[in-house]
Antibody, heavy 120, light 112 residues
Framework: QVQLVESGGGLVKPGGSLRLTCAAY????????MTWIRQAPGKGLEWVSS??????????SYADSVKGRFTLSRDNAKNSMFLQVDSLRVEDTAVYYC???????????WGLGTLVTVSS | DVVVTQSPLSLPVTLGQPASISCRSS???????????LIWFHQRPGQSPRRLIY???NRDSGVPDRFSGSGSGTDFTLEISRVEAEDVGLYYC?????????FGQGTKVEIK
């Protein structure tokens, strides 16, 4: 059964950092395009970052709102994807989801999400 | 970025009655490959989004046939033929034709 499981969220002060993890089961991450999407409390869905599959060169893209502060990476041995979130701002408070795909017929599989709360 | 606009943002419906949500994009969504990548998601309270429809009108596995998608160019519609209690929640449309993918604001469906 295909499953994505996020972890690593928590409460952090402005300027702090976290490392979010997306562990994949039943699919090989290097073969997939993968994406992080976030949802602020009571708000809509926002694309954050995507990585292409290995065949396409593992190209990584970021939303302008997080560029320079967030870093997406993968660990092939652990079949996991990470989102290092640095220099956090109050407006980064959200549930962060990992999902399969990046565009076109994307986002058919979602994890349950992990909550990042940025507050002093 | 392509702006996606949904309406209405709130939709009170009566059980057993039809419901319709509109989605408009600021640019046409026909991809160079000839496909139109317009997707609909449903998110129940406290849950992750679930993809319902892809490429305008294709239902995902397990999605009831009371859900249907239609449209072309910049105007798209999600219709529920007879609303059931489990259909409450937020509905989002998303365009996957132009980079980056962008979502509508969401439409909240609730039972009257």
């Amino acid at each position: 059964q295909v499953q994505l499981v996020e972890s690593g969220g928590g409460l952090v002060k402005p300027g702090g950092s976290l490392r979010l993890t997306c562990a994949a089961y039943g699919l090989t991450l290097t073969e997939q395009y993968m994406t992080w999407i976030r949802q602020a409390p009571g708000k809509g869905l926002e694309w954050v970052s995507s990585v292409s599959n290995s065949v396409s060169g593992s190209v990584i893209s970021y939303a302008d709102s997080v560029k320079g502060r967030f870093t997406l990476s993968r660990d092939n041995a652990k079949n996991s994807m990470f989102l290092q979130v640095d220099s956090l701002r109050v407006e980064d408070t959200a549930v962060y989801y990992c999902t399969r795909g990046a565009s076109k017929n994307a986002f058919d599989i979602w994890g349950l999400g992990t909550l990042v709360t940025v507050s002093s | 970025d392509v702006v996606v606009t949904q309406s209405p943002l709130s939709l009170p419906v009566t059980l057993g009655q039809p419901a319709s949500i509109s989605c408009r994009s600021s640019q046409g969504l026909v991809h160079n490959d000839g496909n139109t990548y317009l997707i609909w998601f449903h998110q129940r309270p406290g849950q992750s989004p679930r993809r319902l429809i892809y490429k305008v009108s294709n239902r995902d596995s397990g999605v009831p046939d009371r859900f249907s998608g239609s449209g072309s160019g910049t105007d798209f519609t999600l219709e529920i033929s007879r609303v059931e209690a489990e259909d409450v929640g937020l509905y989002y449309c998303m365009q996957g034709t132009h980079w980056p993918p962008t979502f509508g604001q969401g439409t909240k469906v609730e039972i009257k």
